[in-house]
């Protein structure tokens, strides 16, 4: 019919960012639009780039431990974990089990804060305001608490190579159980407020797709592969640190849609509560750190592979040794990487008013894509 009456189809172009709310100035995506449809959305990185892994090969082992909670500042103690256990397994450390619990309940509660920072902020992304003040309520007590041991409250460096430097004590795993009963006590209104609001739903169900083999095809791990209903997390498919002596469980959604990858982290959190609840109460008394860490990090002549499951995925940590001071060479796998590349398939075809509402829901970390 356009082309009876004369009229030529033209696409026209968009940016989305970098400077945009949803974006904040790290990320560029560049979409060719037919009407309000969007016909190909390329995402443009590298806004944040910092050349990390170049940097551990100017640097000895240790001084590289701070680098990792710059990578994703949102859960950097997974990272500090996965750094240091690599080592580790380098240089044939055995960690202490009161160091491994230790690891697990700070690790779990900073999978917590990822997942409530997401929450809060991807609700205002939507234009709900109000959850986002419960969320970060919520996400204080923990801040407190990680600050009160760890001394800091977002970029964490505290686990050492042989266990972690400072010990818990009465007071820090009173304040864990009680932050268990609180947000616990939560769910009901993040339920109320959230999970059951009929424009949330209708903004979310049946939208932002990604199927079983897409997931596979891109190699997308976390919630993002579970809220398609494969129940991979490597916490239990290849179990590391303590968490074989927990109980928990996998949640997983049905259809793939924004919908489920939402239930799938409101879940995950209930799990690690689950993961605290039992740590604390199996806590294991000795020592803290491995005997005989040398203080000169020099690993043999070698080469090892770590991953470690963070609140958005596998994250792995290649080094090659070559006896030296310094690591000959680290490779970083992060999830976000592999999570935005499924981004341009998810986008296409549909509306740009759900543009954002498909982004926020995979939950990526730029700087963990730029590096």
Known sequence: ????????????????????????????????????????????????????????ENRNYTQFLPNLGRVDYLHALAYNQCYCMAVEKLLDIKVPERAEYIRVITCELNRITS????????????????????????????????????????TYCFFRFGGVPVDI??????????????????????????????????????????????????GITGPNLRGSGIPYDIRKSEPYSAYP??????????????????????????????????ACNKLPDGPIMAEKVPKRI???????????ETARGEFGMYIVSQGDVKPYRIKL?????????IFPEMAQDNLVADLVANLGSIDVVIPEIDR
């Open 1 to 56: 019919m356009i082309e009876l009456l004369g009229i030529e189809e033209k696409t026209y172009t968009l940016n989305l960012g970098p400077q945009h709310p949803s974006t904040h100035g790290v990320l560029r995506v560049l979409l060719e639009m037919d009407g309000e449809f969007i016909t190909k959305a390329e995402p443009v990185i590298g806004y944040g780039h910092r050349g990390h892994e170049h940097m551990a």
């Open 115 to 154: 997942h409530l920072l997401w929450f809060g902020a991807y609700l205002m992304d939507l234009g709900a305001f109000t959850p986002f003040l419960y969320c970060f309520d919520d996400r204080e007590q923990i801040l407190d608490l990680l600050d009160g041991i760890t001394g800091s409250r977002l």
């Open 169 to 218: 004590d009465a007071d820090f795993v009173a304040g864990c159980r009680a932050f268990v009963s609180r947000l616990r006590s939560r769910w009901d209104d993040y339920n109320n407020l959230v999970t059951k609001n009929v424009i949330f739903i209708h903004r979310t169900r049946d939208v932002g797709i990604i199927t079983r083999d897409q997931c596979i095809k891109y």
């Open 245 to 278: 002596e927990f109980d928990f469980e996998i949640p997983i959604g049905s259809t793939g849609d924004i919908y489920d990858r939402y239930i799938v982290r409101l879940a995950e959190m209930e799990q690690s509560l689950r993961i605290i609840e039992q």
């Open 298 to 308: 020099k690993p043999p002549v070698g080469e090892v592979y770590q991953a470690v």
């Open 333 to 341: 796998r992060t999830p976000s990487f592999a999570n935005m590349s």
